[in-house]
């Protein structure tokens, strides 16, 4: 997460709110080193079914289970 002081995001805070819209990251701002506050999207893009990495989602996943697979 990108890290700003409260005088840099002040001055660019346009800018500022701009990128936290188009990247869709979340920017940290700080006050005399210490955090305060995070900047982040407001409409999150959440995700989508069937998204999640490493998972496989058959076309059939939702057909009923045969009776060897009701029994195992």
Same mark, same amino acid.
């Given at each position: 997460? %990108?890290? !700003?002081?409260?005088? +840099? #995001?002040? %001055?660019?805070? =346009?800018?500022?709110? *701009? +990128?936290?819209?188009? *990247? %869709?990251?979340?920017?940290? /701002?700080?006050? $005399? $080193?210490? @955090?305060? #506050?995070? /900047?982040?999207? #407001? =409409? @999150?893009? $959440? %995700?989508?079914? $069937? *998204?999640? @990495?490493?998972?496989?989602?058959?076309? =059939?996943?939702?057909? @009923? !289970?045969? =009776? +060897?697979?009701?029994?195992?």
């Amino acid at each position: 997460m %990108r890290t !700003l002081s409260r005088a +840099e #995001a002040l %001055r660019h805070f =346009d800018a500022l709110l *701009t +990128e936290v819209q188009s *990247t %869709r990251q979340s920017v940290m /701002i700080t006050s $005399g $080193g210490r @955090p305060v #506050a995070v /900047i982040a999207p #407001a =409409d @999150p893009h $959440g %995700r989508q079914f $069937g *998204t999640l @990495p490493g998972l496989h989602v058959p076309d =059939d996943f939702d057909a @009923p !289970l045969t =009776d +060897e697979a009701l029994w195992v």
